[in-house]
């Protein structure tokens, strides 16, 4: 046993941040970031945080799925830019849900909501739950530097959420951690510690970006390559593949790497920009509610990023 998917949801800020209104904050254009990158515009908060971002996502797929609070029995959320290390993402939810499930936070990145999702089937083939919420929710705008054109361009806010239950639909997984800082770190504060000698570093966002760039677009090709023909598949069995939302150049070398036709690919990149571990929420939820999924229907999908992590899973509709 592992689960299926009872309903989706997200829920992205209001602020709608153009590429010719960042152009007036730093020395950027439309042409470069869309050539470059593929975001058109992102989802920026103003008011919000994360939290709030990953309460609305929750409502709106537990309506989706018909499921009240307090029929869950975990949730589990992943983000690297929660507002809070504790209480984690997840109890903050939990609280603001009136649901009284345990509630827990996992970090891998952009690659955790595949994770996250292999977890949870940990906890079904246990049948110590029966229904799930699962969300992916990022505050990137809190952790980028916005003196860093590099980075500040790529990435955007929002949160997507699934609701799980019983089933036989998450067929298989394939998670990778390649342990290191250099290619993507996210320093935490310092602290205060009068007895700490080493320099304080700026608590935001680095990446080598070309190296990010190279690992992407192997990771994506390897591990989507592995959990098809792990069951014995093709890819022309695959209706549908969502990678993380990170870069569309990335995702255009692998499709032309393993052969798969763009329209089987899912990009919403241009609207949202990359959000970190929510962007295969929020694309899946966008599928669901466009009609886009069929029952049976086998979704590939596939993530990277920082730790460094990469991971694919594939899932039947
Ligand atoms: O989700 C986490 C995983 N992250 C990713 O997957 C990101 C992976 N990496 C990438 O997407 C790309 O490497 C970037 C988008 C980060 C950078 O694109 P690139 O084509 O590799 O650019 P580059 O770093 O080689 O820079 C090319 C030029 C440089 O100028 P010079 O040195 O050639 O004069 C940069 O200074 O582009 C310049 N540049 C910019 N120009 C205008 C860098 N950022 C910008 C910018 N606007 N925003």
Known sequence: M????????????????????LSTLIDTSDEWIVKRVGVKERRICTTESA???????ALNALENANVKPEELDMILCTTVSGETVSPSMSSMVQKYLGATCPAMDINAACSAFIFMLETAAGYFARKKVKKMLVIGTE?????VDWDDRATCVIFGDGAGALVLGEGDNFLNSKL???????VIN????VGKSPFYKKE??????????????????????????YVVDDLGLTFDDISMIVPH???????????????????????????????????????LDELNRAG????????AMTAFGGGLSSAACILRW
């Open 245 to 283: 939302q990170a870069n569309t150049r990335i995702i255009d070398f692998a499709v032309k790497r393993l052969k798969v036709e763009r329209e089987r690919i899912y990009v919403n990149i241009d609207k949202y920009g990359n959000t970190s571990s929510a962007s295969i929420p929020i694309a």
């Open 176 to 182: 990778n951690s390649f342990g290191g800082n250099e």
């Open 51 to 57: 939290s709030d971002l990953a309460y609305q996502a």
């Open 200 to 225: 304080a570093q700026d608590p935001y966002i680095f990446m080598n970006g070309q190296e990010t760039f190279k690992f992407a677009v192997n990771a994506m090709c390897k591990d989507l390559q």
């Open 2 to 21: 592992s689960f299926r998917v009872l309903g989706t949801g997200k829920y992205v800020p209001s602020k709608v941040v153009t590429n010719d209104e």
């Open 292 to 299: 886009k999924l069929k029952h049976d229907d086998l979704i």
């Open 139 to 143: 505050q990137m705008s809190r952790i």
């Open 186 to 189: 996210i320093p935490n504060f």
